[in-house]
């Protein structure tokens, strides 16, 4: 199970930190995502972390955005500064390994980016 926190509303070129906090075991084997939806788009892949701790990140977000894990907490956080009104979407996390074909989602956090 994935439970995100940490959403909520910010001004434009303010911060946030997501925090997807995972339950069961074998945590730090994941590779992890964050990705997001906004209104009327399909949901778009943001960035994620290897199990090696290996991250990417979609070009919009590079230098705004940072994925990070702390295995012995279970936990995978997303700071988010310099937000932009085009930022607003709700943020999903996603915990899998696709060697063996597992694939987990959270239920989403709102971020809304407005002055």
């Known amino acids: 199970q994935l439970v995100e926190s940490g959403g909520g509303l910010v001004q434009p070129g303010g911060s946030l930190r997501l925090s997807c906090a995972a339950s069961g075991h074998f945590f730090s084997l994941y590779a992890m995502g964050w990705y997001r939806q906004a209104p009327g788009k399909q949901r778009e892949w943001v960035g994620n972390i290897t199990s090696d701790s290996v991250t990417v990140y979609r070009n919009s977000v590079k230098g705004r955005f940072t994925v990070s894990r702390d295995n012995a907490k279970n936990l995978v956080y997303l700071q988010m500064s310099s937000l932009k009104p085009e930022d607003t979407a709700v943020y999903y996390c996603?915990?899998?390994?696709?060697?063996?074909?597992?694939?987990?989602w959270g239920q989403g956090t709102q971020v809304t980016v407005s002055s």
């Open positions: 996603r915990a899998y390994m696709t060697d063996y074909g597992v694939d987990y």
